[in-house]
């Protein structure tokens, strides 16, 4: 099973400011035929379900405000909120679908406002 | 809009057995593999098990294989997940997951379920 390490497990950051979490897999996630990076990140809030914020690594969701983005390639990747929301208080998890079963998730990074 | 609504959750004794049902609504539900993806109290997401579109193709996470079953009823837009010999680290909230994209089963899942509390306990 390809392992995915998120980092930092929390991260405080102030308000109007950048937050950044990182997550490694184990395995490379490109597929070179379509030169696309299995990856997904999501977004947990406290007693809702997990959100759907972008995918193909970069790929943003219908809705998702344009201060998220994905980055990166291969094996390291990155969630960049560009300026922080008081409601982005949340927990942060990486997917990778690139081989399944099982898909697998990062441990989660919980990010909270300093 | 899409939604998902689990049911059947509660609480059950090790070695017995619970289904949880997810009724689905707002789109084509016979077009969409699905998924249970499951989460440990205080924990992060674990992938349980996906059913194809059509219902024909299946597969578990290794913990839960043998004693899961996953199927779907495509007529009532219903997803199921048959739980037999139920053991004490299946206690989670299960979330039932939709694959991001039509017919393919690539395991992204772009709506969840609220989720169903299981708690195996004697």
């Known amino acids: 099973d390809i392992v995915m390490t998120q980092s930092p497990d929390s991260l405080a950051v102030s308000l109007g400011e950048r937050a950044t979490v990182r997550c490694k897999s184990s395995q490379s996630l490109l597929y070179t035929a379509n030169n696309k990076n299995y990856l997904a990140w999501y977004q947990q809030k406290p007693g809702q379900p997990p959100k759907l914020l972008i995918s193909w690594a970069s790929t943003r969701e219908s809705g998702v405000p344009d201060r998220f983005s994905g980055s990166g390639s291969g094996t390291d990747f990155a969630l960049t909120i560009s300026s922080l929301q008081a409601e982005d208080v949340a927990v942060y998890y990486c997917?990778?679908?690139?081989?399944?079963?099982?898909?697998?998730f990062g441990q989660g990074t919980k990010l909270e406002i300093k | 809009q899409v939604q998902l609504v689990e049911s059947g959750g509660g609480v059950v004794q090790p070695g017995r057995s619970l289904r949880l049902s997810c009724a689905a609504s707002?789109?084509?539900?016979?077009?969409?593999?699905m998924h249970w993806v499951r989460q440990a109290p205080g924990k992060g997401l674990e992938w349980v098990a996906v059913i194809s579109y059509e219902g024909i193709n299946k597969d578990y996470v290794d913990s839960v294989r043998g004693r899961f079953t996953i199927s779907r009823d495509n007529s009532k837009n219903t997803l199921y997940l048959e739980m037999n010999r139920l053991r004490a680290e299946d206690t989670a909230v299960y979330f039932c997951?939709?694959?991001?994209?039509?017919?393919?089963?690539?395991?992204?899942?772009?709506?969840w379920g609220q989720g169903a509390l299981v708690t195996v306990s004697s």
């Open positions: 707002g789109f084509n539900f016979s077009n969409y593999a």
């Open positions: 997917q990778q679908y690139y081989s399944n079963p099982p898909c697998t």
């Open positions: 997951a939709k694959e991001g994209q039509e017919i393919l089963d690539d395991y992204y899942f772009d709506c």
